[in-house]
């Protein structure tokens, strides 16, 4: 709860002993009464050391990472998997791969709203667990309906990471840091998906069985989980309202216990408004944010499409490929998730000199990473289809492996600068236009491996790479709409707008480079 603006506290009028009080736990009273942090406190995750800022840090970015590669391992073991269950591989491509990205994106639309009100770490710990039990329950229950359900749970619980890291990242960095950290993390969500196939492969392979994809999968979430025991608490809001109990249970040490709490629980609507209605109106309503996750959703599905007609492909071209040694092809997508931390280095050029400037640095200046990823992805996927049979026949494998680095580069590039294009043109909104680009590119992705397994075999893999470049071509329109007309969208956007004059109001100055880093 929070006093009228107008009400201005003393320190004497409370005494210099509640002032050393709260000292000691990091705290102090502001001119309008509230307690708040001191700037110095060693308990806000902005001043923690750096060893537990890496400690804390490492643990969320790798189970991140890891449920990543977990959903798109199913491919592989549905294929495996059909000998034990007999039945077709559409039906198992929807029980391993579907049900998991269906629960994602049910999970993301309610996460976030749930961990601004109980903070980071109990989520990150629930999902963890849950995870790794559902495996568990999909390696060794016999029964199909296991894996509907299991699939579906972990799916579920694989949104937390997702969505929540960069909470965290945000509690415990700012500026410059956090740019380079968020980076990180997406870089590792999409080496994530290229690395599940080899995962689901080769493990399968080595063990005799597909059901020890999950036991390991259970193995290593129980290991993060048992490293997030070590985690703390990171959202500074809540560190504040333990302290602020601490206060009340000294009885009437420090008088009016009044301070800022941004995560009161709402009542029952207004939580279905915040995590489910508003999200879904964003989608539906503005034009940018259909754009951005129409893009995001298609190029991200791009990876689990390929999971599917990736394999298939490889055998085709008569090198000995095995459907185990093929997912070795998912790895040339690497070397292009690290090409996306140049873009960066522009990106940080561009604020500096606005700034030198004095001028304020619009979105669209910060997307030219996207304006590289869209045509490289269109030649990345043009040049792959008509380097494979039949087209090509005789073609070495090197020659479509090469194209698929451009791809990587792009898929990543695409999901990093459109989820910060997003943040910009919606500030306060921004996580509600997240949440909605989630649940699209969740059921996009779950939709592809389906969509793979038809249009390969009917139109041949030369024709159906074509198509899917198709789509890349279109997206290479974006960039410019996005210059042309990025601002005038925005300001006709009734959210865009009312999200920016809020922040007008609320921000606070930006003091140098470091401070204003995209």
């Not at 998906?193 to 080769?202: E, R, T, W």
């Not at 063990?207 to 979430?221: E, K, L, P, Q």
């Not at 996306?340 to 280095?345: A, E, G, I, Q, T």
Request: proline share 5%; with cysteine.
């Amino acid at each position: 709860m929070s006093k009228p603006a107008s009400i201005t506290v003393t320190e004497t009028e409370y005494g210099d002993q509640e002032s050393e009080l709260l000292a000691s736990l990091g705290l102090q009273r502001g001119s309008n009464g509230l307690i708040s942090w001191r700037s110095d406190s060693k308990d806000h995750p902005r001043n923690w050391t750096s060893g537990r800022k890496v400690f804390d840090t490492t643990v969320i970015i790798f189970l991140e990472f890891f449920v990543t590669v977990v959903s798109t391992a199913g491919a592989s073991a549905a294929h495996a998997a059909q000998a034990d269950y007999g039945v077709d591989k559409v039906s198992l491509t929807m029980a391993f791969t579907f049900m998991y990205n269906l629960g994602q994106a049910f999970g993301g639309l309610l996460t976030p709203a749930f961990s601004e009100l109980i903070g980071r770490r109990t989520p990150y710990l629930v999902s963890s667990a849950v995870f790794s039990l559902f495996c568990l329950v999909v390696g060794i229950v016999p029964h199909l309906s296991a894996v509907w359900i299991g699939r579906f749970v972990t799916g579920f619980t694989s949104a937390v990471p997702a969505v929540v890291t960069a909470g965290s990242i945000h509690d415990m960095f700012d500026g410059s840091q956090r740019v380079w950290l968020v980076v990180v993390w997406n870089a590792g969500s999409t080496a994530g998906l290229c690395l599940g196939p080899v995962f689901g492969a080769y493990i399968a392979s080595a063990c005799g069985s597909w059901r020890w994809v999950f036991r390991c999968s259970a193995i290593i979430t129980g290991i993060c989980f048992a490293c997030l025991l070590g985690i703390r608490e990171s959202r500074s809001s809540q560190i504040l309202k333990r302290k602020m109990a601490v206060l009340e249970a000294r009885g009437g040490s420090v008088r009016n216990l009044d301070w800022f709490n941004p995560d009161d629980a709402p009542d029952a609507r207004t939580m279905v408004e915040l995590a489910v209605v508003q999200p879904l109106r964003l989608l539906a309503t503005e034009p940018i944010v259909v754009m951005v996750t129409t893009i995001s959703a298609v190029s991200w599905g791009i990876i689990y499409l390929f999971t599917e007609s990736l394999p298939e492909v490889y055998m085709s071209l008569g090198a000995g490929f095995t459907r185990t040694t093929s997912s070795m092809a998912f790895l040339a997508f690497l070397p292009g998730v690290v090409l996306s931390f140049l873009p960066r280095l522009w990106d940080q050029r561009v604020v500096r000199k606005g700034l030198q400037r004095g001028e304020g640095i619009q979105p669209e200046g910060k997307i030219m990473g996207f304006a590289i990823a869209a045509p490289a992805l269109a030649v990345g996927l043009i040049w792959f289809s008509w380097a494979i049979p039949p087209a090509a026949p005789r073609m070495h494998w090197l020659v479509p492996t090469a194209a698929l680095i451009p791809v990587g580069f792009a898929v990543n590039e695409m999901a990093y600068t459109l989820s910060a294009y997003l943040t910009d043109a919606y500030l306060v909104y921004a996580a509600s236009a997240f949440c909605g680009l989630a649940f699209v590119r969740a059921l996009v992705s779950g939709v592809m491996p389906l969509v793979g397994q038809q249009m390969y075999p009917a139109l041949g893999a030369n024709v159906a790479g074509t198509l899917v470049a198709c789509f890349a071509l279109v997206f290479c329109l974006a960039p410019w709409v996005f210059y042309r007309y990025g601002k005038a969208l925005r300001e006709k956007s009734p959210f865009a707008r009312h999200s920016l004059e809020s922040h007008l109001k609320s921000q606070i100055p930006v003091r140098n480079e470091v401070d204003a880093a995209p």
